[in-house]
């Protein structure tokens, strides 16, 4: 029964058909495994150039915010020379 089966897979083997049918898996999985990493790498650029604006954005809605806290600091730290005049008015 062992020859039986070692005679089949022998020629099976040599079969021109099977030779034929692996190297196409090959080459399609060859071909499935270069698309596979074009995806992935398309993904990670699209990835970084939106991780690049939102990090763009924060720095400059910190800059503006850090100008507003600045600008306020500064009104404060100068009172109006008319601050008693005014509270006299009042």
Do not use: C, Y
């Not at 039986?4 to 090959?26: N, T």
């Not at 790498?41 to 954005?57: C, V």
């Not at 924060?58 to 008319?82: H, I, W, Y």
């Amino acid at each position: 029964m062992r020859l039986i089966g070692l005679a089949v897979v022998r020629d099976v083997l040599r079969s021109r058909r099977f030779q034929e049918r692996v190297i196409l898996a090959v080459i399609l999985a060859k071909a499935l495994r270069q698309v596979n990493q074009q995806g992935r790498a398309s993904t990670m650029a699209r990835l970084a150039a939106w991780d690049k604006r939102k990090i763009h954005s924060l720095e400059a809605k910190a800059e503006k915010q850090g100008r507003a806290v600045k600008g306020t600091r500064q009104m404060a730290s100068r009172p109006s020379k008319d601050l008693p005049q005014k509270m006299r008015e009042a």
